[in-house]
């Protein structure tokens, strides 16, 4: 029913700026939040950031806060996560997914639809 495709990722020097996007279609009427998860090389799939897709309030991992902001635009349907002062422990494929249930989790059991995901590379 939802549709997600994240695009934007590629290679960036440490303390350099990205930004990935996440496309959303189907029934967007249905998401309650739309998070970013990361999977980094041989290590399991992590919580990034979250927003209410009604009300725009944010969710961050204290790995990432202060550097990376998460957005939505509703009449583009698309999720964006820009990510400042890049480190090379950033490098990870990077999800986007939707949940359906009113109530924030950084578990990704907890969301419903994901994206193909794209890859993040940080050189040092």
């Known amino acids: 029913q939802v549709q997600l495709v994240a695009s934007g990722g590629g290679l960036v020097q440490a303390g350099g700026s990205l930004r990935v996007s996440c496309a959303v279609s189907?029934?967007?009427?249905?998401?309650?939040?739309m998070g970013w998860f990361r999977q980094p090389p041989g290590k399991d799939r992590e919580f990034v950031a979250a927003?209410?897709?009604?009300?725009?309030?944010?969710n961050y991992a204290d790995s990432v806060k202060g550097r990376f902001t998460i957005s939505r635009d509703n009449a583009k349907n698309t999720v964006y996560l820009q990510m400042n002062s890049l480190k090379p422990e950033d490098t990870a494929a990077y999800y986007c997914?939707?949940?359906?249930?009113?109530?924030?989790?950084?578990?990704?059991?907890?969301?419903?639809?994901w994206g193909q995901g794209t890859q993040v590379t940080v050189s040092s």
């Open positions: 997914a939707a949940r359906y249930t009113a109530r924030m989790t950084s578990l990704s059991s907890g969301y419903d639809y």
């Open positions: 189907g029934r967007t009427y249905s998401i309650a939040f």
């Open positions: 927003i209410n897709w009604s009300f725009g309030s944010t």
